[in-house]
Structures are given as structure tokens and as C-alpha cells.
T-cell receptor, first 111, second 110 residues
Framework: GQNIDQPTEMTATEGAIVQINCTYQTSGFNGLFWYQQHAGEAPTFLSYNVLDGLEEKGRFSSFLSRSKGYSYLLLKELQMKDSASYLCAVRGGNAGNMLTFGGGTRLMVKP | DGGITQSPKYLFRKEGQNVTLSCEQNLNHDAMYWYRQDPGQGLRLIYYSQIVNDFQKGDIAEGYSVSREKKESFPLTVTSAQKNPTAFYLC?????????FGPGTRLTVL
């Protein structure tokens, strides 16, 4: 089966750094994705990890440890517009490139 | 411009009526997906299609039906058998490692 866990809510201050964790147990692994979703809108792609290590893209970085079934999304220099839900999704070893999504972490950035 | 379109953005229906949500893409992607999202929750897969004239059930297919007669189009019908149809519905297509999402349709059944 597939199980993906991430915190439901987090709060952080503008200008700070926040780390959103994601743990997973899946039958097979073929990549982990992070998406950002503003309320009422579609998710937008942030990052993709398939090998262990850190992927950096501007203010956002994503880390993966396959042996631990663990990933995190790191957001630096937080801005008010970063207030959104962040979805962790795993592509298992199944056909069809299907993703299994976690419940999402709602991040609130305060002034 | 290339992308995925879903219409309408908001849809209201009476209980017991079937309703069809449209999804069109001009990205030339083979694979397309339908997800359902309930408030404060992640996405759950309803149906997916890897190629024209073929589709597979996802995790929560009961009460839904799809067709894939053209590469560009993957409509989803919410039938009266779906017990809790009110939700946000997202269509996606994929190429290589990324899924691209449409803007979504918020369906409310009264």
C-alpha cells in the first residue's frame, strides 16, 4: 500500500526559513514531487527528487533520503505569497506514472 | 498557448443528476488523469488514461466514468451513484517526470 505523511499546518514568519517534512511508505519508488497549491487553485510543480540528496532551486530546496523514506521542502526568505498548501507526492513502481499525494501542509506566513 | 483547460470553473447540480466535467489539453501528452480534492486534503486519483481509447480505475473510481476518444480530451462524468460528489476536481496530463494540472472545477451538488 501507499502511505504519505506530512504535517497538517505550519506557521512561520516573513523572512524566516521553514522546513516541511514528508515521510512515505510505498510499494516501489520512482520519484518524489513537491507541489504548491494556493487556495482554490491548481497545484504547481516545485521540485522533483529521484536520487538521494538536495536539489536547490532559488529560495526553494528539496531533500530526499530513500533509505529513510523521507523528504523535506525548505523555503528560505519567506514571503507573504508563500502562504499556501504544499503537497508531497510519490510516484511508485506502478504503471502509468501515477502519483500518490499526501494530505498537504498548509503554511501560513505571518508578518 | 499550450496548456490544460477545464470548464466550467464552478458547477452546480441537483442531487440525482449526472454531470460531465470537461478537460482539454493541447500539450500533446499521452497520459491524462482525474483527481478529486476535498477541503484541507490531498488529491485522490479517480481515473487515468495512458493512451487514447484506454483508461484505468484509480483509487476512488466508484460513481464516476470517463472516456478517451481523442488524445486532447478526457471528460469525467459524475453519476448519481457517487454518494458525495461535492468537491474540487482537477485534471492533469503528464510528460516525463512532471504532471501539469488544469485550473480545476468546483462541483457543488445541491
Amino acid at each position: 500500500g501507499q502511505n504519505i505523511d506530512q504535517p497538517t499546518e505550519m506557521t512561520a514568519t516573513e523572512g524566516a526559513i521553514v522546513q516541511i517534512n514528508c515521510t512515505y511508505q510505498t510499494s516501489g519508488f520512482n520519484g518524489l514531487f513537491w507541489y504548491q497549491q494556493h487556495a482554490g487553485e491548481a497545484p504547481t510543480f516545485l521540485s522533483y527528487n529521484v536520487l538521494d540528496g538536495l536539489e536547490e532551486k532559488g529560495r526553494f530546496s528539496s531533500f530526499l533520503s530513500r533509505s529513510k523514506g523521507y523528504s523535506y521542502l525548505l523555503l528560505k526568505e519567506l514571503q507573504m505569497k508563500d502562504s499556501a498548501s504544499y503537497l508531497c507526492a510519490v510516484r511508485g513502481g506502478n504503471a502509468g506514472n501515477m502519483l500518490t499525494f499526501g494530505g498537504g501542509t498548509r503554511l501560513m506566513v505571518k508578518p | 498557448d499550450g496548456g490544460i483547460t477545464q470548464s466550467p470553473k464552478y458547477l452546480f447540480r441537483k442531487e440525482g443528476q449526472n454531470v460531465t466535467l470537461s478537460c482539454e489539453q493541447n500539450l500533446n501528452h499521452d497520459a491524462m488523469y482525474w483527481y478529486r480534492q476535498d477541503p484541507g486534503q490531498g488529491l485522490r486519483l479517480i481515473y487515468y488514461s495512458q493512451i487514447v481509447n484506454d483508461f484505468q480505475k484509480g483509487d476512488i473510481a466508484e460513481g464516476y466514468s470517463v472516456s478517451r476518444e481523442k488524445k486532447e480530451s478526457f471528460p469525467l462524468t459524475v453519476t448519481s451513484a457517487q454518494k458525495n460528489p461535492t468537491a474540487f476536481y482537477l485534471c492533469a496530463s503528464s510528460y516525463n517526470n512532471e504532471q501539469f494540472f488544469g485550473p480545476g472545477t468546483r462541483l457543488t451538488v445541491l
